[in-house]
T-cell receptor, first 113, second 114 residues
Framework: AQSVTQLDSQVPVFEEAPVELRCNYS??????LFWYVQYPNQGLQLLLK??????LVKGINGFEAEFNKSQTSFHLRKPSVHISDTAEYFC???????????FGAGTRLAVHP | NAGVTQTPKFQVLKTGQSMTLQCAQD?????MSWYRQDPGMGLRLIHY???????DQGEVPNGYNVSRSTTEDFPLRLLSAAPSQTSVYFC?????????????FGNGTRLTVT
């Protein structure tokens, strides 16, 4: 069965520092990988996605992620975070067709001044 | 542009009561789905639909019913509410049922069952 593991439930970081949110997946077939962000009291928004091609994917708000097939990872990075990046971030994998997503448990990013 | 609209925003039910969570989208999306979000568990797929008249079960369908009579609407029915159904429910839609088409989420319905 496919699964997604987000290795950190909470990540505190100071403003303008770099951040990495870690995501590992398990699947025996080709996968399509996503990062979504959830701001307080809102639904999720797509940050970026990997379908094929270049393993380095750039998304909105300065985020990027790297697909590593050998390590089955899809870590999210940002070189310099802002207070406004405080949110919960979800890694997800799409398998089995029809856009069905399996989500990780989420990582709460807290950016402090 | 309203996007995906969910009503109500909050709901409290007693065990055994039934209710319908409403979801409507104005983007002419064929694919719609329902997720529940629980602390420490991320989001889990309840039911989904690839078009009017077509629905299927997701990961956690027990206790929930859906129907899709129009492209715009995809209501989720709780037949007999249980405390285990206390959760935040999200409706999402997409222009395509193929891999990679981004999901557009509503703002959620917070349900408490006492």
């Amino acid at each position: 069965a496919q699964s997604v593991t987000q290795l950190d439930s909470q990540v505190p970081v100071f403003e303008e520092a770099p951040v990495e949110l870690r995501c590992n997946y398990s699947s025996s077939v080709s996968v399509y990988l996503f990062w979504y962000v959830q701001y307080p009291n809102q639904g999720l928004q797509l940050l970026l996605k990997y379908l094929s091609g270049s393993t380095l994917v750039k998304g909105i708000n300065g985020f990027e992620a790297e697909f590593n097939k050998s390590q089955t990872s899809f870590h999210l990075r940002k070189p310099s975070v802002h207070i406004s990046d405080t949110a919960e971030y979800f890694c997800a994998v799409s398998v089995g067709g029809y856009n069905k997503l399996i989500f990780g448990a989420g990582t709460r990013l807290a950016v402090h001044p | 542009n309203a996007g995906v609209t969910q009503t109500p925003k909050f709901q409290v039910l007693k065990t055994g009561q039934s209710m319908t969570l409403q979801c409507a989208q104005d983007m002419n999306h064929e694919y719609m789905s329902w997720y529940r979000q629980d602390p420490g568990m991320g989001l889990r797929l309840i039911h989904y639909s690839v078009g009017a008249g077509i629905t299927d079960q997701g990961e956690v369908p027990n206790g929930y019913n859906v129907s899709r009579s129009t492209t715009e609407d995809f209501p989720l029915r709780l037949l007999s509410a249980a405390p285990s159904q206390t959760s935040v429910y999200f409706c999402a839609s997409s222009y395509s049922d193929t891999y990679g088409a981004p999901l557009h989420f509503g703002n959620g319905t917070r349900l408490t069952v006492t």
